[in-house]
């Protein structure tokens, strides 16, 4: 079967893949911010459009998605349109993400850590990790795009704190990335709201989530950082890379 050409305008550099909008600006929104300044590709898939949530809707959740993207000032985002809290690791997903990773080419994927208390923040990651490794499979079956395989994988984390592999600079990028995470007004504090209380509307999560930046570049010794495990270890090309 003849190959269809890589259309090299929809490639990216980096591809985070989170479950619900929200997810990615809260895990490694300055990581995203910071790689956009510096002239990088970023694109973002959002599985499902949160609609499970207790606050906000399906509409209201994707909107604000499309005002934190443009702060981010990502190449593209994309909604899939699973179903939250139902969405399975199947053939049927797995051929869906086998077919973005050949699509956007990606050198590096960011998603959910594994075993996040959230199921659909595990489930995430362990479907990114079998489309990953089945993307750069010959045989594997989905519209003729050349197979592709990213050399990293990182988890971001959630509510729960890991021990990470790695470290990210956001200093410079933490006033932008809260910026995005306030795009999701819906799902936090609003004063005399009627919506039932989660723990993202308590009235100081956004203070905590902002401490917890500062708190993850202590170990790094930084003013402000977020954190990532590797799925496996990384290879480093130059060691002056590092800070």
């Given amino acids: 079967m003849a190959r269809t050409p890589v259309d090299s305008s929809l490639t990216v550099d980096i591809l985070v893949i989170s479950a619900h909008p929200d997810d990615a600006e809260l895990g490694c929104g300055g990581t995203i911010i910071r790689h956009v300044r510096q002239g990088v590709r970023v694109g973002l898939i959002d599985l499902t459009a949160g609609e499970m949530g207790s606050r906000g809707d399906a509409a209201t959740r994707l909107e604000e998605a499309r005002k934190a993207a443009d702060i981010m000032g990502i190449t593209f985002r994309e909604n899939l349109g699973l179903p939250d809290a139902f969405f399975e690791v ?21 998603t959910s850590a594994p075993g996040d208390r959230h199921p659909d923040h595990d489930k995430t990651a362990r479907l990114v990790k079998e489309a990953v490794f089945w993307a750069g499979m010959h045989r594997i079956p989905t519209p003729p795009l050349p197979p592709h395989r990213p050399h990293t994988i990182l988890g971001y984390m959630h509510a729960d704190y890991v021990k990470p592999d790695l470290l990210v600079d956001i200093e410079a990028v933490i006033d932008q990335k809260m910026a995005a995470v306030r795009a999701y007004a819906s799902q936090f504090h609003i004063p005399d709201s009627n919506a039932p209380e989660t723990f993202l509307s308590q009235p100081g999560f956004l203070r905590a989530a902002e401490g917890r930046a500062y708190g993850i570049g202590l170990w790094g010794h930084r003013y402000a950082a977020e954190g990532f495990v590797a799925f496996k270890i990384p290879v480093l090309n130059n060691l002056l890379c590092l800070e």
């Fill in 90 to 110: 199947n053939k049927e997903t797995r051929l869906l993400l086998v077919h973005k990773i050949r699509q956007y080419r990606p050198q590096v994927i960011i």
